[in-house]
Each structure stands twice: as structure tokens, then as C-alpha cells.
């Protein structure tokens, strides 16, 4: 019996690579997994979003601290919270403890560079979480109104994740500032854009896709 099962692994195993190429799986044509270059899917449950833009900051050990940008009447607001250490799932967000509106420009513009990142949203090709760090979360949403998020830990290479917790920080930091100088924040907010939008277009540029018949 112990035979025959290993058989049938055996050809399970051949069927299941027999389209790729002899060298495709060689260690040395797999990604890096010392550096993570985009979001990853959320796997905890997480609120649905209607708003502009969201970004959760979730150290292991300390206390939280999540942005909103959203539309209330007339009027675009960032909201700022905090939340309780390592506050997932994110579902219940008490009183903000700094609200202030801001230009429809700001928030257009750091919704679209978190679309651009989330709709780049895919699982790391090695474990990149551990104990101690910090979960970082985007959200926003599509035309449909469908929330969309992405979510990294701790990344430290200058790669897109460690752009979006940048970028993340700085709407954070202005909204904690006085004064506070919109043309400086989106100056640094189009310089994310600018390189994002370029990783991206390069990436795409590497991996053209095949003609549609």
C-alpha cells in the first residue's frame, strides 16, 4: 500500500509540473524573499470602507494609531485615532482624538496612490511577519464602492510597502502639526506617486502580457 501511495504522488506530482519549463522552479529564478515589493492580502476580518483612504499603524506591544480621510458633507476630514495594542480585527474605532479638514486635493491624491498600490496586492513568496513588529493596513475603496486593503509588516528596504507606511506617516505628521503646510505634504505625497507609478510601469514593462487573439 505504502508503495502504490507514493506512486500516485509520484504522477501527481509530474502532472502537476509537466507545463513548466525544466529550470523554472531553479532556486535562482525565484523572487528574493529578503525584500517583500508590494502589499499583501489581509487574512484577519477588517471592516468595510467608504471612505477616501485609511491607514492602520499596529505595533505588537503598543498602542495603535489609524488615519482616515472621508467625506462628510461638504467637507473632506482626517480623522485621527488611537487604538489599543495590536488592535485587530479593526471594526470599532472610538472617538478621534484629532479631526481637521483638509483640501479635496489631499485626499484625492493619497487615494490614488493607495489604489495603485492595493490593486498590486499579492501574497509574499516567504513568511515576511514575526513577533515583535508592526502591522500596517490600507484601505480604500474602488469605483463600485467595494473596500479593498493591503497590509504589510515592518518593512525596512526601500521597496513600495516601506513608500505607502511613508507616505502613511507623513499624512499623520501633518495632521498632528501646526501649522500645517499642504504644499509641502503634497509635494512628498506626489513624490510617492511619482515613484510608485514608476516601479510599477517598469514592472508591467518586464512582464508584458501575452496578445489577445
Excluded at 17 to 33: E, I, K, M, V
Excluded at 86 to 115: M, N, Q
Aim: hydrophobic content about 35%.
Amino acid at each position: 500500500m505504502e508503495t502504490y501511495i507514493r506512486y500516485l504522488i509520484g504522477i501527481l506530482i509530474t502532472m502537476t509540473f509537466a507545463g513548466y519549463p525544466s529550470d523554472s522552479l531553479r532556486a535562482d529564478s525565484l523572487p528574493n524573499p529578503a525584500v517583500c515589493s508590494h502589499l499583501e492580502p489581509v487574512n484577519f476580518p477588517i471592516s468595510e470602507f467608504g471612505g477616501d483612504a485609511r491607514f492602520v499603524e499596529s505595533p505588537s506591544f503598543e498602542k495603535g494609531t489609524c488615519w482616515v480621510i472621508l467625506q462628510e458633507g461638504d467637507k473632506v476630514l482626517l480623522n485621527v485615532f488611537s487604538l489599543p495594542p495590536d488592535t485587530r480585527p479593526y471594526r470599532d474605532f472610538p472617538e478621534p482624538t484629532t479631526s481637521i479638514e483638509v483640501p479635496a486635493s489631499i485626499a484625492k491624491l493619497v487615494r490614488e496612490i493607495w489604489v495603485m498600490a492595493i490593486m498590486d496586492v499579492r501574497y509574499a513568496f516567504k513568511k515576511q511577519r514575526g513577533m515583535d513588529g508592526t502591522t500596517y493596513t490600507f484601505s480604500t475603496h474602488t469605483v463600485s464602492t467595494q473596500s479593498i486593503h493591503g497590509t504589510t509588516w515592518s518593512p525596512e528596504a526601500d521597496s513600495p510597502p516601506k513608500w505607502m507606511v511613508d507616505a502613511g506617516h507623513e499624512v499623520l505628521a501633518f495632521a498632528r502639526s501646526s501649522p500645517r503646510d499642504t504644499v509641502i505634504l503634497e509635494r512628498k505625497l506626489n513624490e510617492t506617486k511619482k515613484k510608485l507609478s514608476g516601479y510599477l510601469n517598469e514592472k508591467s514593462d518586464s512582464n508584458p502580457q501575452p496578445n489577445k487573439p
